[in-house]
């Protein structure tokens, strides 16, 4: 209802962007009076996003997609309800999810790139999640990258087994509808192949994506080419350098 009626979101974002820029020119942030303003900012945006119906939360995201602070606490929402993950992934077919997920984990990479690491907001919104010490929302951008793979992989997950319910087609086709098309399409091994091994894809990272989301981001890399093997060659062809991908 606060959402439908009076556009909370951003009215909160608003209220977001003037007390974040206060809490970080003060000369002692973590005793700002705009911090607890902060903190219960996210808190209710956390309870709004997620009370939102799974089209309705993506569209949101659609329309702040260049907003860090949005995506994060977006995408923590996802990550702490289950029901809500599930929905969005079992529905991939019908929304967006999977343009949403990647372009999410293309904003929040951009953040480490060495000339997206020029752009002081990014830097900001880091301290501002680190000053918020709040479990559910990590101050580093990884963490909600993770989030993002977690969502992809379901999706290949529910795809996989609604396709064993199907008859078989005959020789594998590149079917525009298949969720590893969808990913692929959407540009989500451009991602996986900057977190697995920056250089190579010419990518300069002011920090090193953690060990656990580089294991991840195989892991999905690997799921991929396990349901499309077309994908797969396609892929070898044009991300050579990857090692990872070659392998």
Same mark, same amino acid.
């Given at each position: 209802?606060?959402?439908?009626?009076?556009?909370?979101?951003?009215?909160?974002?608003?209220?977001?962007?003037?007390?974040?820029?206060?809490?970080?020119?003060?000369?002692?942030?973590?005793?700002?009076?705009?911090?607890?303003?902060?903190?219960?900012?996210?808190?209710?945006?956390?309870?709004?996003? /997620?009370?939102? @119906?799974? !089209?309705?939360?993506? #569209?949101?995201?659609?329309?702040?997609?260049? %907003? *860090? &602070?949005? +995506?994060?606490?977006?995408?923590?929402?996802?990550?702490?309800?289950a029901?809500?993950?599930?929905?969005?992934?079992?529905?991939?077919?019908?929304?967006?999810?999977?343009a949403?997920?990647?372009?999410?984990? /293309?904003?929040l @990479?951009? !953040?480490y790139?060495t #000339?997206?690491?020029?752009?002081?907001?990014? %830097? *900001? &919104?880091? +301290?501002?999640?680190?000053?918020?010490?709040?479990?559910?929302l990590?101050?580093?951008?990884?963490?909600y990258?993770?989030?993002?793979?977690?969502?992809?992989?379901?999706?290949?997950?529910?795809?996989?087994?609604?396709?064993l319910?199907m008859?078989?087609?005959?020789?594998?086709?590149?079917?525009?509808?298949?969720?590893? &098309?969808?990913?692929?399409?959407?540009?989500?091994?451009?991602?996986?192949?900057?977190?697995?091994?920056?250089?190579?894809?010419?990518?300069?990272?002011?920090?090193?994506?953690?060990?656990?989301?580089?294991?991840k981001?195989?892991?999905?890399?690997?799921?991929?080419?396990?349901?499309?093997?077309?994908?797969?060659?396609?892929?070898?062809?044009?991300?050579?350098?990857?090692?990872?991908?070659?392998?």
């Amino acid at each position: 209802r606060l959402e439908a009626d009076f556009d909370i979101i951003s009215k909160v974002m608003s209220l977001w962007a003037f007390h974040q820029r206060q809490t970080l020119e003060d000369s002692e942030p973590a005793k700002s009076s705009s911090l607890p303003v902060l903190k219960k900012a996210a808190s209710l945006l956390q309870g709004v996003l /997620v009370k939102l @119906l799974p !089209g309705r939360l993506l #569209e949101r995201l659609e329309e702040f997609q260049e %907003s *860090e &602070v949005l +995506v994060r606490i977006a995408l923590a929402a996802v990550h702490h309800n289950a029901q809500l993950r599930l929905q969005l992934a079992v529905n991939y077919a019908d929304n967006n999810v999977i343009a949403v997920m990647v372009a999410c984990m /293309v904003l929040l @990479l951009r !953040g480490y790139e060495t #000339e997206g690491a020029a752009d002081a907001a990014d %830097s *900001e &919104v880091e +301290v501002a999640f680190q000053l918020l010490a709040d479990d559910k929302l990590p101050a580093d951008g990884w963490s909600y990258t993770s989030y993002c793979l977690d969502v992809c992989l379901h999706v290949l997950s529910h795809w996989s087994c609604t396709k064993l319910a199907m008859p078989s087609k005959g020789p594998e086709v590149l079917d525009p509808s298949a969720a590893p &098309v969808k990913l692929a399409s959407a540009g989500v091994v451009d991602v996986l192949a900057e977190l697995i091994d920056a250089p190579a894809t010419g990518v300069e990272l002011r920090q090193q994506p953690p060990t656990a989301l580089v294991q991840k981001a195989c892991e999905t890399l690997q799921a991929l080419f396990e349901r499309n093997g077309q994908i797969c060659l396609f892929c070898m062809k044009h991300y050579a350098k990857v090692k990872q991908i070659i392998l």
